[in-house]
């Protein structure tokens, strides 16, 4: 029952991960994908600021002592997010959300098969490739 | 002629959202997952800012003038981020990565059938509907994916660690 309700709370968190998509389509027609992009990071920045403030035993310090390719990640986020301004006007919110899941589920794939980026020892699983060609399909059919 | 640019972008758009969930995971790990996701949302911040300020066309409408609700995307990405971090320790990867993408895929089919949020409307049609089953199939598969993970993690308890939580803007 407990684990019902917070698979559903999880399940709500994704249906926003949509709703932050069909917001940022129309905002960056008008006012730019650029500014559209920037307004995600800029609030979501600034709330994790105070978050990490208030937080009990916040460790910035340990950010800084490793490795520098670790760090990385946040360069990464802004294209996702200009993809997602760019494409939803296009090509609609559906497809862009399946296009994004195809591309990373593929992603998972190389990333497991060759070990890259620290994901080691799992060899390509046949469920994930069979659902790849799944979504592949759902993508051509939308 | 657009089409195949954008299919291009989603693809590599995905791949990139994976490559940064590998490394945030692993971030997250070490040092914590709110200075994680302080640091990625601070450096897109950054990286933005510099693009937009050198980049961005001239637009009539700005941030500060657009109405406010357009503006709350980042909260659902900060909720999103406290919900998975709640919700992962209790029911595992495979139930909460099936519900963020059962959530996710629904709630855009959503969006389109009915145009919410000033989008242009697309309405389920057939293919659509076809195109449901066939993600359900595969969010069927992606959890079946999961579990054989967590299973051999749990036989053999080697040097690989599961990715803990992943911090998306």
Redesign the interface.
Same mark, same amino acid.
């Given at each position: 029952m407990?684990?019902a309700l917070? =698979?559903? &709370? !999880?399940?709500?968190?994704?249906?926003?991960?949509?709703?932050?998509? &069909?917001?940022?389509?129309?905002?960056g027609e008008?006012? &730019?994908? =650029?500014?559209?992009?920037?307004?995600?990071?800029?609030?979501?920045?600034l709330?994790? @600021?105070l978050?990490?403030v208030f937080?009990p035993n916040?460790?910035?310090a340990?950010?800084f002592r490793?490795p520098r390719?670790?760090?990385? &990640?946040?360069?990464?986020?802004?294209?996702? !997010?200009?993809?997602?301004t760019?494409?939803?006007?296009?090509?609609?919110?559906?497809?862009?959300?399946?296009?994004?899941?195809?591309?990373?589920?593929?992603?998972?794939l190389?990333?497991d098969h060759f070990g890259?980026?620290? @994901?080691?020892?799992?060899g390509v699983?046949s469920?994930?490739v069979?659902?790849?060609v799944?979504?592949l399909?759902?993508?051509w059919?939308? | 002629m657009f089409l195949p640019i954008i299919f291009v972008l989603l693809l590599v758009g995905g791949a990139i959202l994976a490559a940064q969930s590998s490394i945030n995971g692993r971030l997250g790990a070490n040092t914590g997952v709110i200075e994680s996701a302080w640091l990625t949302f601070v450096m897109g911040a950054l990286l933005t800012f510099l693009l937009m300020f050198f980049f961005e066309p001239v637009q009539e409408a700005t941030l500060f003038s657009v109405p406010k609700w357009q503006l709350t995307g980042a909260l659902f990405g900060v909720v999103y981020m406290l919900a998975i971090v709640f919700a992962v320790p209790r029911v595992g990867t495979a139930a909460a990565t099936v519900a963020v993408i059962s959530g996710q895929l629904l709630m855009s089919l959503l969006i389109d059938h009915f145009g919410w949020f000033d989008n242009a409307q697309r309405p389920l049609d057939v293919s659509r509907y076809i195109a449901m089953a066939l993600l359900i199939g595969a969010i069927g598969l992606i959890y079946l994916s999961h579990q054989q993970r967590q299973r051999r993690l749990v036989s053999q308890p080697s040097e690989c660690t599961e990715a803990a939580v992943d911090p998306k803007p």
């Open positions: 407990q684990h917070i =698979l559903l &709370g !999880v399940l709500i968190a994704g249906m926003g991960l949509s709703v932050e998509a &069909g917001l940022l389509g129309p905002l008008q006012v &730019g994908h =650029l500014s559209a992009t920037l307004s995600i990071f800029l609030v979501g920045g709330l994790l @600021s978050a990490l937080s916040p460790k910035v340990t950010l490793q390719w670790l760090l990385t &990640g946040g360069l990464l986020g802004p294209f996702y !997010v200009i993809v997602l760019l494409a939803t006007p296009i090509v609609g919110v559906g497809m862009t959300m399946v296009g994004i899941l195809c591309g990373q589920v593929a992603a998972s190389a990333l890259w980026l620290g @994901s080691e020892c799992r699983d469920y994930r069979l659902a790849l799944m979504i399909a759902a993508l059919l939308m | -």
